[in-house]
């Protein structure tokens, strides 16, 4: 079996989210996670939490299905432009995870944007894009996918949920908590009032912290 560890991840990935609070039922998203030039990904028809290792198909980047005794999900076409763009890029290892929860839907389906306002923020990017709506499977999502995704690890796609990439599957699913996490917030702060976004420089202090313990840089170095 081609890529068995991998399809074996995206199954537990795929639990992962399906018993995450908030997310929807059944089919609550799409999982794909790339070794060389194969890549493992979600099938059609399979509630997340059914899903099993047999049933993830392996496709090529040229689009073509190798393997799988199922068909691959719509949003198949999102993850392989995703995973062309990393290739060209020269990332390797990338996995890709989009989910359907409450919090995700609610701010795509709102702002054209969801700022900052936690210095958590940084960690995907700052500033995370939604993309203007068109139907899910099609390839003007994908294309509105990629071009959120210039310099983030997450994006919102308008009326379908979070996006979040990773350096594996573990990482992508971190991310994607934390997209999820920081449209909580946000959401809850809007009920009190006009939440503060933080500004550039605040959020690279931000990321210049997160590269030491502490008690920051080592003074002895």
């Known amino acids: 079996m081609l890529l068995e560890q991998e399809r074996r991840d995206v199954c537990l990935t795929a639990r992962a989210i399906a018993h995450h609070p908030g997310s929807a039922p059944g089919e609550a998203g799409t999982i794909s996670v790339r070794s060389g030039d194969l890549v493992v990904v979600t099938p059609h028809g399979v509630p997340l939490e059914q899903l099993q290792p047999l049933d993830c198909p392996v496709m090529s980047l040229d689009d073509r299905m190798l393997e799988g005794r199922r068909d691959p999900a719509a949003e198949t076409t999102l993850h392989l432009a995703v995973h062309r763009r990393a290739a060209e890029h020269g990332r390797d290892g990338l996995a890709v995870v989009n989910a359907f929860t409450a919090d995700t839907v609610a701010v795509s389906a709102v702002l054209a944007e969801l700022p900052p306002i936690h210095h958590r923020a940084a960690g995907l990017g700052g500033a995370i894009s939604v993309t203007p709506y068109t139907p899910y499977g099609t390839g003007e999502l994908a ?4 071009k959120a995704l210039k310099g983030r690890e ?9 996006l979040a990439l990773g350096e594996g599957l573990g990482q992508a699913l971190e991310h994607l908590w934390l997209l999820d996490w920081l449209c909580a917030a946000y959401l809850r702060a809007h009920q009190i009032g006009e939440p503060r976004v933080l500004g550039e420089d605040e959020l690279a202090e931000a990321r210049r912290r997160g590269s030491y313990g502490w008690a920051g840089p080592d003074p002895f170095l």
């Open 143 to 146: 294309d509105q996918a990629v």
């Open 154 to 162: 997450a994006a919102l796609l308008a009326h379908h949920g979070g």
